[in-house]
Each structure stands twice: as C-alpha cells, then as structure tokens.
C-alpha cells in the first residue's frame, strides 16, 4: 500500500499571502497525484490531477507540482474561500487508492 | 451537469445490515467505474470500495473486504454499497464519486470527479 503524507498539519496564512502544501508518497506515484479541498459540511472538490493539471473551473491562483514521491500545492494569493482542509490522493498503484491526512490552510 | 445522490444511510446496530445507494445523472454511467469513499467524524477521507464501469471487476479495502459488496444497475444508473457485520469504526459519512473511465475493462486515470453529497451512517446500539 502506498502511504501519503501530508504536511504541515495545520497552516495559518493571511489573506492575500501564498500558501504552499506538501504531499509525499511511500513509493513514486509517477504524476498519477490529485488534489481535493473540503470546505465543513461539504463534499471534496477535484482541484488538480495529473499532478499539476487544474481542473475544470479552478482558478488559476492554484497550481500543482511535482513527480515521483514529492508534490507541491500552492495557492498563490489566498482568498477567504480558500481556507479549508486539502487532500492528495494517489491514483499509480491500487487498490487500495490512498489519500493523505489532509492539511488544514486557516486564518492567521 | 454530473450529479450524483446519495441515500439509504441511517441508524444500525453493531452487526447490522445497510443498503446505500447512489443515483447518477448527465454523464454515460456504464463508462465510468465508480468508488465509495468514507469520512468518520472529524477524521480525512478512506477509500472504500470501487466497480468498473461494466461491473465486471470490483475493488475493496482490506478494512471492509468480506463484509461489504459494491454493485451497479447501469439500466438504472444506480451505484449501491451492501454493508453487512457493521462496526462502530464504520461510523462515517460515505460519499459516492465518479471515477475513472473504463476501456476494455481496464480503469485509467481513477481520480474522483465530482462527488455525491454524502450519506452518514451511524453504528451504535
């Protein structure tokens, strides 16, 4: 099974500030990496696949990166509704399809 | 527009049975394998389960294989999950997601888009 870390845990940012989030996989997922946000009380919504492709109707403040083992979410100019908890998921090797624990981006 | 609706989840005691289901709209159901996913209670995501597209092939994780069944109706572009020998660690809000396209039995690129509303199921006697 391979195994996603995220990091930090928590990140506090203020508003208009870019936010940078890590994602590392036990063993290389290739590109084959997914990004969710999950606001409280809703479903995730895709951001990125393919490591650094947007997906249909996210703003380009939101860009990915990264192949093999490390990956990058960043979120260039944070707005208010970008503060929530982010997810990768890889897609290379399964089953099991594996998620990381997540990262909460809060208000500094 | 993609929508998917869950229902069918509830209150079941420790041992229980349940029947989730996940109706899916505008977009070819048979094409597309689909997977559960659950949330516990303030915890992240956990892959449950998944089905190609023609439901010739399923897929579950080590903490539900043997006691949950994934299945479909692509004349009723239906999605279920039959859970059966329920435990409190079961406990969670259970999403249903599109996956990824299945050609020739084969599934590519099985990311999750879009995603159900979710149904919460609660094991407690």
């Known amino acids: 099974e391979i195994v996603m870390t995220q990091s930090p845990a928590t990140l506090s940012v203020s508003p208009g500030e870019r936010a940078t989030l890590s994602c590392r996989a036990s063993?290389?997922?290739?590109?084959?990496l997914t990004w969710y946000q999950q606001k409280p009380g809703q479903a995730p919504r895709l951001l990125i696949y393919g490591a650094s492709t947007r997906a249909t109707g996210i703003p380009a403040r939101f860009s990915g990166s990264g192949s093999g083992t490390e990956f990058t979410l960043t979120i260039s100019s944070l707005q208010s509704e970008d503060f929530a908890v982010y997810y990768c998921?890889?897609?290379?090797?399964?089953?099991?399809?594996?998620f990381g624990g997540g990262t909460k981006v809060e208000i500094k | 527009e993609v929508q998917l609706l869950e229902s069918g989840g509830g209150l079941v005691q420790p041992g229980g049975s349940l029947r989730l289901s996940c109706a899916a709209s505008g977009f070819t159901f048979s094409n597309y394998a689909m997977s559960w996913v659950r949330q516990a209670p303030g915890k992240g995501l956990e892959w449950v389960s998944a089905?190609?597209?023609?439901?010739?092939?399923?897929y579950y994780a080590d903490s539900v294989k043997g006691r949950f069944t994934i299945s479909r109706d692509n004349s009723k572009n239906t999605l279920y999950l039959q859970m059966n020998s329920l435990r409190a660690e079961d406990t969670a809000v259970y999403y249903c997601?599109?996956?990824?396209?299945?050609?020739?039995?084969?599934?590519?690129?099985?990311?999750?888009?879009?995603w159900g509303q979710g149904t919460l199921v609660t094991v407690s006697s």
């Open positions: 998921q890889q897609y290379n090797n399964w089953p099991p399809l594996t």
């Open positions: 063993q290389s997922v290739s590109s084959n």
């Open positions: 997601a599109k996956g990824g396209i299945t050609i020739f039995g084969i599934i590519s690129n099985n990311w999750f888009d879009p």
């Open positions: 089905i190609s597209g023609s439901g010739g092939s399923t």
